[in-house]
């Protein structure tokens, strides 16, 4: 790629320039992402330059007490990305990656302050009007109705017949959804957060989708997240509320089906938490926070941008350069776990939802789902057990977090119906929602309730960016650009 214009006296600039800037959208990270945070801490300390799509330079915070820092002092270390010195001097392309996961947007993750507050109040608000025990149950009615479709095989894969499809299928409806919306959204979901060339179109798919689902929340309330957030007293914008169900779909999501797959690997392969399991010593929810210090549902948190000239870890960082919270890498820092092999468990001291004013507001949903969903399936198969040796799987990564590819597993056969099953619930009614199947008839016509169709390049892969939508990500920037940035707080 080209290097950068340059931006004098600038360190992370000069890193790169000089190839010391380790690429997080290239191989070494694509291959092993902890091992080259090990590198990057040997050879930087707690603060290491790094780059990202595009050439553009930040900083990747590699030290646990950097990482709390700067996700606990917005004043100098702001969410908002209309700080971001690379955007505002017409270093990134319209058309980048980056911008659906940075770009500036009006919700709670891009604001500090009292508009912080504002939106923020109105998130929590409406989420913890959630029934816990009915989260739960719902949790145990998906999982029945995905067990039911490999009960009768013995064997089955379980990141994409579960793992990928369950938090999904949770999410979309606390957000008010049908059921058949949630295979569509994994795929343009996984896609957006991984940063590929096609994240704008999927990412302007799963806006759509939720366009459509606050017109019909705003003409028929229901007890739902997107009708409480458009009722709430903060006064929500239907903009700021379609952002605001997008921020819980995608991190809520991506977040819960890595932490769901981390954690049945451990299961299925460790005999020291199958044997604690069995045998009552250990809870599933101590097994659960022990993957989240090792393996973290996303690895980095982009971003937070400098509001003044400041220091870091002993790094000089300019006003307007970008950080990468790094949750994996702050997580097994040996300044505060000099012995990474002792067990963590019960501790939730670690960086896995972020902190300070930011930290996750849905982390004990994810937990819930997480630990309810691994519960049920080993109730309904009590033998389950890996299919392939262990070293033979295998783990892909992305800039921000990394994915257990398949996870095979195998066990003694079991009739599929779930009205079978007894639940808190009683009895499961057999007809279940189907999952969702592309109609094949060409004569469908979407009617009110359909959602828009996915765009070709959410799910076909790479291919040609969509112009219309490089112009609506220059629309957005394009209104703060030539102005001032934010006050410094």
């Given at each position: 790629m080209t290097p950068p214009p340059d931006h004098p006296g600038c360190p992370a600039h000069a890193a790169i320039r000089s190839g010391a800037a380790a690429d997080l959208f290239g191989p070494e990270n694509e291959a092993d992402p902890m091992g080259l945070y090990e590198r990057l801490r040997a050879e930087h300390g707690a603060v290491a330059p790094v780059r990202l799509a595009g050439d553009l330079p930040a900083w990747l915070l590699l030290g646990y007490r950097e990482n709390l820092e700067a996700a606990r002092t917005?004043?100098?270390?702001?969410?908002?990305?209309?700080?971001?010195?690379?955007?505002?001097?017409?270093?990134?392309?319209?058309?980048?990656?980056?911008?659906?996961?940075?770009?500036?947007?009006?919700?709670?993750?891009?604001?500090?302050?009292?508009?912080?507050?504002?939106?923020?109040?109105?998130?929590?608000?409406?989420?913890?009007?959630?029934?816990?025990?009915?989260?739960?149950?719902?949790?145990?009615?998906?999982?029945?109705?995905?067990?039911?479709?490999?009960?009768?095989?013995?064997?089955?894969?379980?990141?994409?017949?579960?793992?990928?499809?369950?938090?999904?299928?949770?999410?979309?409806?606390?957000?008010?959804?049908?059921?058949?919306?949630?295979?569509?959204?994994?795929?343009?979901?996984?896609?957006?957060?991984?940063?590929?060339?096609?994240?704008?179109?999927?990412?302007?798919?799963?806006?759509?989708?939720?366009?459509?689902?606050?017109?019909?929340?705003?003409?028929?309330?229901?007890?739902?997240?997107?009708?409480?957030?458009?009722?709430?007293?903060?006064g929500l914008t239907e903009e700021e509320v379609v952002q605001h169900l997008r921020l819980v779909l995608l991190t809520g999501n991506e977040t819960t089906t890595n932490l769901m797959a981390n954690t049945l690997r451990m299961v299925l392969t460790d005999?020291?938490?199958?044997?604690?399991?069995?045998?009552?010593?250990?809870?599933?929810?101590?097994?659960?926070?022990?993957?989240?210090?090792?393996?973290?549902?996303?690895?980095?948190?982009?971003?937070?941008?400098?509001?003044?000239?400041?220091?870091?870890?002993?790094?000089?960082?300019?006003?307007g350069d970008m950080l990468l919270l790094g949750l994996a890498a702050g997580n097994v820092d040996p300044a505060i776990r000099p012995d990474i092999a002792a067990p963590m468990y019960g501790n939730r001291s670690h960086l896995s939802f972020s902190g300070g004013p930011h930290e996750c507001p849905g982390q004990d949903i994810g937990r819930a789902i997480t630990d309810t969903g691994i519960d049920t399936l080993l109730l309904r198969l009590p033998d389950l057990r890996l299919a392939v040796p262990e070293t033979g799987l295998s783990w892909t990564a992305s800039w921000i977090s990394r994915h257990l590819v398949e996870l095979p597993a195998e066990f003694t056969p079991r009739r599929g119906d779930s009205d079978t099953v007894e639940t808190e619930t009683g009895l499961l009614a057999p007809d279940f929602p189907a999952r969702y199947v592309p109609p094949q008839n060409p004569s469908h016509q979407p009617d009110a309730a359909d959602p828009p169709a996915p765009p070709r390049a959410a799910v076909a892969g790479p291919g040609a960016r969509l112009s219309g939508l490089r112009a609506r990500w220059r629309s957005l920037w394009r209104g703060f650009r030539p102005g001032p940035p934010p006050p410094r707080r």
């Open positions: 917005p004043s100098r270390f702001s969410r908002d990305s209309r700080h971001w010195g690379d955007w505002r001097e017409g270093r990134v392309a319209p058309d980048s990656p980056l911008l659906p996961v940075v770009g500036w947007q009006p919700m709670c993750t891009f604001a500090d302050g009292a508009e912080h507050e504002r939106l923020r109040a109105a998130l929590t608000g409406s989420m913890d009007r959630f029934d816990r025990r009915g989260i739960r149950r719902q949790v145990t009615r998906f999982t029945h109705q995905l067990v039911d479709e490999f009960a009768t095989d013995g064997h089955a894969e379980l990141v994409t017949a579960f793992a990928q499809q369950l938090p999904m299928l949770v999410l979309t409806h606390l957000l008010g959804m049908p059921d058949e919306y949630g295979p569509r959204l994994v795929e343009a979901s996984r896609d957006l957060i991984k940063g590929t060339d096609t994240a704008i179109s999927s990412n302007e798919y799963v806006t759509e989708t939720l366009e459509h689902l606050v017109a019909r929340k705003r003409a028929e309330p229901g007890a739902d997240l997107a009708s409480w957030l458009l009722d709430h007293p903060s005999p020291r938490f199958r044997a604690s399991l069995t045998g009552g010593q250990m809870t599933l929810p101590d097994a659960i926070e022990h993957v989240l210090w090792n393996e973290p549902p996303l690895a980095v948190i982009p971003g937070r941008w400098a509001t003044g000239d400041t220091e870091l870890g002993g790094r000089r960082i300019r006003a």
